[in-house]
């Protein structure tokens, strides 16, 4: 799920107030070093003096104006840090400092977001994010075999095994991960498993349905006003440690979700970036619905796991009337 505007403006307004919190705390510091030491302010006003008294001497032509200008500001720098010294203040005392010392609090470096502002991103996004949720209970510590029986038992135990080594080797053996079959046979339930084990170990995940995921890419190209609120994170979508795209078909399908879709698939295997797609169509359905590269791509590069069986959403439902 992608920022909307007013959550971009939330994200603004919280550097905004950091800033604010800068300059309150210089001023406070500022008020202190005036109080304990007098002769301090009265460098700083020497300093706003000088620099008016040069100032004036260059508009009339003096050309050593400016060069004599930078003798008199390092030689007031230089006792205004002496006085800091003598006092038992540090040198940085009356120096703005932020949360952010790339971005000094505005959240971007240029015209590029600061990786501070990605990390507040991607953070909301999980906020607002189905995986905050459902990885409280769809996790390994959940895993149960009691909805599964025979061939359908050993295609899950097997998939489960997957799952598990795709977590142990992700960092040393880049993998991709498809699962297909029926519906509520647990395929959004394994990727949720993988996805907080690597969570809890620092990786970057992010989490779409195929709806979202198009969604956002969809706003990123067509539409300006929302353009500044998702730019970084279709740069996050090709370059997160692990993208999962949950019930690819769900979306209406055309022909910029395919292309787009292929470009997605195809940026990440390129960067070597795990992703896990999790659907309930058919490898011929997927076929037909999409494009041979796209089915080439998948079939040739993720390790594909059929699940079988009936819905354990419905089977946990009988249960519970009975």
């Known amino acids: 799920m992608s920022l909307t505007n007013s959550q971009y403006d939330t994200i603004m307004r919280s550097y905004e107030e950091k800033q604010r919190i800068a300059r309150h705390r210089l001023d406070q510091n500022t008020n202190l ?18 620099s008016i008294d040069q100032g004036r001497k260059l508009l009339n032509g003096d050309q050593s104006a400016l060069a004599n200008l930078r003798i008199y500001l390092k030689d007031l720098s ?60 769809e996790n390994f510590s959940a895993l149960s075999y009691d909805y599964y029986v025979g061939e359908d038992l050993e295609k899950f135990t097997k998939a489960v095994q997957i799952c598990q080594n795709f977590v142990k080797n992700f960092h040393l053996d880049y993998r991709n991960l498809f699962f297909y079959g029926t519906v509520g046979t647990g395929k959004s339930f394994l990727s949720c498993c993988v996805a907080k084990e690597l969570m809890d ?84 359905e997927l076929r037909d619905r999409y494009s041979d590269r796209i089915f080439s791509r998948i079939t040739s590069n993720y390790e594909v796991c059929k699940l079988t069986g009936r819905d354990i959403r419905m089977q946990k439902k009988t249960a519970a009337t009975k």
């Open 201 to 284: 170990e620092g990786n970057l995940v992010i989490y779409f349905s195929a709806a979202q995921l198009f969604d956002t890419l969809s706003r990123s190209t067509f539409d300006r006003d929302s353009k500044e609120a998702v730019s970084g994170i279709s740069d996050d979508i090709c370059d997160c440690d692990l993208l999962i795209i949950d019930d690819l078909g769900t979306e209406l399908t055309n022909a910029f979700v395919s292309s787009q879709l292929f470009a997605c698939l195809n940026n990440r295997h390129l960067r070597k970036k795990s992703t896990i797609i999790t659907t309930n169509l058919s490898l011929g």
């Open 78 to 137: 230089k006792r205004k840090t002496t006085l800091l010294r003598q006092n038992g203040f540090p040198d940085d005392f009356l120096t703005m400092t932020y949360e952010c010392s790339d971005c000094h609090d505005t959240g971007y470096i240029g015209n590029k977001k600061c990786t501070c502002f990605r990390a507040a991103e991607i953070s909301l996004i999980y906020e607002q994010s189905p995986i905050k949720n459902l990885l409280k209970t």
């Open 33 to 50: 070093v005036y109080e304990k030491i007098p002769a301090y302010e009265e460098l700083d006003k020497q300093v706003a003096l000088v």
